[in-house]
């Protein structure tokens, strides 16, 4: 967003909206500073601090106005000038505006006034004000501003033809991570995977700097990327070679990229330069701590597609994109958002390793078979604040007291941690068995230093315990004497005037003062000092009294500074432990992980899944974890899956021999659980190779390098797509890209154009994953046609849902079974669905025609006793071929 004028604007609704039609010279000295700075952030809102409000003006004041549907006014701006559109919120309330107008896709600046207004006021000139933050969506780090259980992703990315390179960060957790690949599809999975706030592009215009929010096109963003996120369009210069392997060298203090893996990922690099100078630009003053890159690549993970994940519903539902009823709801039992936060990233990068799977499955076995543990477990979870992000503030600077207690009461609880898992056998439980007891000696300073309720603000006093500091106890001691010398003044004054009702008082106007009633006004002594004259009563000032305000409120500014220095010190000591910090963070996260992930085995009755060498995919009594979570207890109809014969038939002795199909046609009436059936098989996979037990009464598992699905479609109006072809491209997409180690799940193939047509898609697609793929497939289809499939090929079977007919209505048993379907049960859907009566008693009789007349199973016959043998060429069968 080059400028957040809204084109349909009409400029006279708003006067004076566009400050580039105005005499800048006529303006007032603060509208001059306020277009000084808004010029240098053209592409963001700028809120302009003004006493005790941020205030934003010209179009700026229109936009924020309509966005956050806040009070329109005016505010003069000169006099030749006028009066331009102004908008203001509380200056304690800016960050909680800032973050709905960042949810939208805009950027937002901070310029606050850096100088006391007194001091300006009485040297008579405007007030010094200074940019303190730039806010960007990518860029947040504050608790009010972030999802606790998501994380907060700013990506940036080089492309260079084909080949592209990747860094992406947290910076509110310290996270950063960088890859580097060629494919650009490859590149919108990575992205769609990740869901950053904010993506980094740099473009060829020179000195660009705008923000594009999701949906908004620009010539300069490159075609390849898809429209949804917010994009920031920057300079090449910092993604340039020559300036960002230096940066990177210089923040992170190497001496070479060869220990962070990198020194051959030019892209990577340029890319991880790049993010790091928009975090000075953005960041200004204020630190920002990161880990070190860590270098990963695609094939270390279970690849899923974006298509893949949303029809698995894995961390939000298809229906309304919420987390209530997908894998990650049904899943997440963590005790702390860092946990939480841990699992969303496991869900999305499940492993492919079989000692890494075995490791978390492991864990999960000692807390599923030792209940106490668990239990013990959870209750100290729960009393550990989110460490990573309370890091990532002290890291940054930006870390008050209430994060130094919160942080010191987490890792005071770390050697009760060491005591659970010291007897512990598993991988992840040993990992905490020796944590660093500098942590327990850095959170006891903490706790002697800092008082237990400690206010927000850190300038206003009230932080720092006594003890700690001798000098800062000598400053109180003598503020304490002057309070309590101000305290006993009127009493002794009461007695040396006889006045019984001479109070002394306070305000912020005229300091302290000794109030007398108007009718007492001529007992006062000689000494008393008029100070201000009021209806009912006489304000007066003694010269001791005057110099012990002073000294007061001398003292109390000292003290306040003093106490100040003090934290920011304890603060910069806390800042050298952050990468301990960080790695025990890990490490507990991942126990919280574990700890849930067992909490639901046990709960629904999970089975530990045997991972092994092969193919071989055996589910016994498999259940939906989300479907099954939804329903009464004991509703859910188990069922069976067994795909994948002994790879390429080989005599290796290492893997037992099996003989299951690669592909199963599975036919059924709608309705009766055929998606719900590849859907599990899908996400049971998944949650075993991401290191859970799974619903099952047994399995035995091989690695998959990806899983794929297709289930449903709809147009997709933007790009001018019907559902038949956007059908289509998902199974080119599977056609292109799935192995014999790929998963794929396919729901109807064909149906959004004429029955022959779709039906020849349907065999043809069905027989190239049989026999030129050979990955592991699930075909659920009403073409019964396709049951023909199993007595031409080896590796296919046929299975059905099955039912059972009634008189006068049919009912769903939701069991699969060996054999095919011969039909579909359509018209009896329809009828279940309210279709009138005429309707479907026109649609039985046209069916019975249709069956009559139709060729199809003449075809099917003839082309397969053209056959001559079970090769696997697909040119010999024709089957829509009929006689004359």
């Known amino acids: 967003m080059t400028d957040p004028t809204p084109a349909s604007t009409p400029p006279e609704e708003y006067p004076n909206a566009d400050y580039r039609q105005l005499d800048r010279s006529k303006l ?35 936009t924020i106005a309509h966005e956050l549907e806040l009070m329109q006014t005016t505010k003069a701006a000169g006099k030749e000038v006028g009066r331009v559109p102004m908008t203001g919120v509380p200056h304690e309330h800016v960050y909680r505006y800032s973050s709905t107008l960042l949810e939208k896709g805009y950027a937002v600046v901070i310029c606050d006034q850096v100088e006391d207004a007194a001091i300006a006021a009485k040297e008579k000139r405007q007030v010094k004000r200074e940019v303190t933050r730039v806010l960007t969506p990518g860029t947040l780090t504050d608790d009010n501003m972030l999802k606790g259980r998501q994380n907060n992703y700013l990506a940036a990315l080089v492309i260079a033809g084909e080949h592209w390179g990747l860094a992406y960060a947290d910076i509110s957790t310290g996270e950063f991570l960088i890859t580097q690949s060629v494919n650009l599809e490859q590149l919108t999975q990575e992205l769609m995977r990740l869901q950053p706030s904010e993506v980094l592009v740099p473009v060829n215009a020179p000195d660009i700097s705008k923000m594009l929010k999701p ?7 490159p075609d390849c990327l898809p429209r949804c996120f917010c994009y920031s369009l920057r300079s090449q210069k910092p993604f340039s070679l020559g300036e960002a392997r230096p940066r990177v060298l210089q923040q992170f203090q190497l001496k070479s990229l060869e220990g962070i893996g990198c020194e051959h990922l030019p892209l990577s690099v340029r890319a991880a330069g790049g993010l790091l100078e928009y975090l000075e630009d953005t960041q200004k003053h204020n630190t920002t701590s990161l880990q070190r890159p860590r270098t990963y690549t695609l094939s270390d993970y279970l ?60 864990t999960i076995q000692e807390f599923v078979n030792n209940h106490q543990l668990r239990q013990d477990f959870q209750q100290l979870l729960r009393q550990i604040y989110d460490l990573e992000r309370l890091t990532g503030r002290v890291g940054n600077n930006t870390a008050n007291a209430k994060d130094l207690v919160s942080l010191a009461d987490s890792l005071a609880k770390l050697p009760q941690l060491a005591a659970l898992a010291e007897q512990a056998k598993s991988p992840y439980l040993k990992a905490l068995q020796n944590l660093p007891q ?39 001691s003598l503020a304490e004497d002057d309070l309590q010398w101000v305290k006993n003044l009127a009493v002794k004054e009461r007695e040396r005037t006889g006045i019984s009702t001479l109070k002394v008082e306070f305000n912020k106007t005229f300091g302290y003062y000794i109030s007398i009633s108007r009718g007492k006004a001529e007992l006062a002594p000689d000494d008393y000092l008029r100070k201000q004259t009021l209806t009912n009563e006489e304000r007066y000032i ?21 106490e100040y220095d003090i934290f920011v010190r304890l603060r910069s000591e806390v800042a050298e432990y952050t990468d301990i910090i960080r790695n025990v963070s890990r490490a507990i996260a991942a126990i919280d992980v574990l700890c849930g992930l067992a909490e639901v085995a046990d709960r629904q009755g999970y089975c530990r899944p045997e ?61 009766s659980g055929k998606s719900c059936y590849l859907r599990q098989i899908g996400l049971i996979q998944l949650m075993a190779q991401m290191g859970s037990f799974i619903p099952a009464s047994s399995a035995k598992l091989s690695l998959c390098d990806r899983i794929f699905t297709r289930v449903g479609a709809v147009d997709d109006l933007a790009t001018g797509q019907s559902t038949f072809m956007v059908e289509m491209n998902e199974t080119a997409n599977i056609l292109n890209h799935a192995t014999n180690k790929s998963l794929v799940l396919l729901d109807e193939i064909g149906r959004g154009t004429a029955t022959f047509d779709g039906l020849s898609i349907a065999w043809s697609v069905a027989e190239y994953l049989a026999t030129e793929i050979q990955a592991k497939t699930i075909f659920a289809t009403h073409y019964h ?40 049960y359509g018209i009896e859907a329809g009828r279940l669905a309210g279709l009138p009566d005429v309707v479907i008693q026109r649609a039985r009789q046209v069916m019975r025609q249709i069956e009559q007349h139709s060729k199809i199973a003449i075809g099917l016959r003839k082309g397969i006793k053209k056959q001559t043998n079970k090769s696997t060429s697909m040119e010999q069968l024709d089957i829509f071929e009929t006689e004359d």
């Open 215 to 221: 949906g908004e096109s620009d010539h300069e963003l």
């Open 28 to 62: 007032s000295e603060m509208m001059q500073r306020y277009l000084e700075v808004k010029e240098q952030y053209p592409h963001a809102l700028l809120f302009f601090r003004v006493g005790d409000f941020f205030e934003c003006f010209f179009q700026d004041a229109v």
């Open 611 to 671: 991972m092994v060498k092969g193919r071989e995919l055996k589910i016994i009594d498999g259940r939906h974890p989300v479907v099954e979570k939804l329903l009464p207890p004991g509703f859910f109809v188990p069922n069976t899956a067994q795909l994948g014969s002994l790879e390429n038939h080989t005599e290796n002795t290492e893997i037992q021999p099996y003989s299951y199909p690669d592909l199963i046609i599975l036919t059924g009436p709608n309705a």
């Open 438 to 476: 500098s942590l327990e000696k850095i959170a006891e300073k903490i706790h002697n230093s800092i008082v237990q309720s400690p206010p927000i603000a850190l300038k206003e006093g009230g932080l720092i315990r006594s003890g700690i500091d001798a000098n800062l106890d000598e400053m109180r």
């Open 303 to 362: 690849i899923l597609d974006h298509q893949s994940r949303r029809n698995l519903e894995i961390t939000t539902t298809v229906r309304d994109n919420t987390l209530y009823g997908s894998l990650l709801w049904a899943l997440d039992k963590t005790n702390t958002p860092m946990g939480s936060r841990a699992l969303r990233r496991w869900l999305l990068q499940p492993l492919l390793d079989i000692k890494g799977i075995r490791a978390r499955h492991d």
């Open 542 to 562: 003694t010269p001791e009294l005057k110099e012990r305000e002073v000294r007061i409120l001398t003292a109390k500014e000292d003290l306040n500074q003093a």
């Open 785 to 824: 046609e396709l049951n023909e499939l199993a007595s031409i090929l080896d590796n296919v079977a046929n299975y059905q849902v099955t039912v059972k007919e009634l008189p006068d209505k049919i009912v769903f048993l939701h069991q699969v079974q060996p054999g095919g379907a011969d039909k579909s």
